[in-house]
T-cell receptor, first 115, second 111 residues
Framework: DVKVTQSSRYLVKRTGEKVFLECVQDMDHENMFWYRQDPGLGLRLIYFSYDVKMKEKGDIPEGYSVSREKKERFSLILESASTNQTSMYLCASSSSRRLGDYEQYFGPGTRLTVT | EDQVTQSPEALRLQEGESSSLNCSYT??????LFWYRQDPGKGPEFLFT???AGEEKEKERLKATLTKKESFLHITAPKPEDSATYLCAVRDQTGANNLFFGTGTRLTVIP
């Protein structure tokens, strides 16, 4: 079974703090993604990565950065947390080795509250 | 721009009362339509991928179908454990590996 793990289930941080969210997958997937999920807005893509050290902006990258130093690990960084970044953060991974094999597998999520 | 609209936003069913959830999409060249189930406070769980109009896939009480403009998730004789939010997502022909998600249908099955 594909397993995607996230470093924390719940996190409370103060405004202005630097926040690191970590994601690890054990299926040797090339692609990794960070989303945030808010009521009424659905899942919105923040950043994604096709390979080690590669990153691409998603739909809402402002206020975030990412790091992918190893294939299995993808980190989301909030440089200076703000209250409007309070959300559920979801990491996902997928393979593109087989034609058509693009379904994404999600981690359990991190509920971040910024006060 | 890709667009995915799911309806209804919320659905309450009696146990055993079959129904369907709808996912309408506008995408430049569909390269896959994906259904997920999400339980409260958890990450989405992959259910199905559909690639071409006319395709159908089944898993237990769920059956997903696809036309050129929409997909349906049919739930036959639902049980309370089927209560969850069901998400639909599409991948387009740009070749990107990212998916575009709808906002989901929240299903409640009452015993």
């Amino acid at each position: 079974d594909v397993k995607v793990t996230q470093s924390s289930r719940y996190l409370v941080k103060r405004t202005g703090e630097k926040v690191f969210l970590e994601c690890v997958q054990d299926m040797d997937h090339e692609n990794m993604f960070w989303y945030r999920q808010d009521p009424g807005l659905g899942l919105r893509l923040i950043y994604f990565s096709y390979d080690v050290k590669m990153k691409e902006k998603g739909d809402i990258p402002e206020g975030y950065s990412v790091s992918r130093e190893k294939k299995e690990r993808f980190s989301l960084i909030l440089e200076s947390a703000s209250t409007n970044q309070t959300s559920m953060y979801l990491c996902a991974s997928s393979s593109s080795r087989r034609l058509g094999d693009y379904e994404q597998y999600f981690g359990p999520g991190t509920r971040l509250t910024v006060t | 721009e890709d667009q995915v609209t799911q309806s209804p936003e919320a659905l309450r069913l009696q146990e055993g009362e079959s129904s369907s959830l709808n996912c309408s999409y506008t995408v430049s060249g569909l390269r896959g339509l994906f259904w997920y189930r999400q339980d409260p406070g958890k990450g989405p769980e992959f259910l199905f991928t559909l690639y071409s109009a006319g395709e159908e896939k089944e898993k237990e009480r769920l059956k997903a179908t696809l036309t050129k403009k929409e997909s349906f998730l049919h739930i036959t004789a639902p049980k309370p454990e089927d209560s969850a939010t069901y998400l639909c997502a599409v991948r387009d022909q740009t070749g990107a590996n990212n998916l575009f998600f709808g906002t989901g249908t929240r299903l409640t099955v009452i015993p």
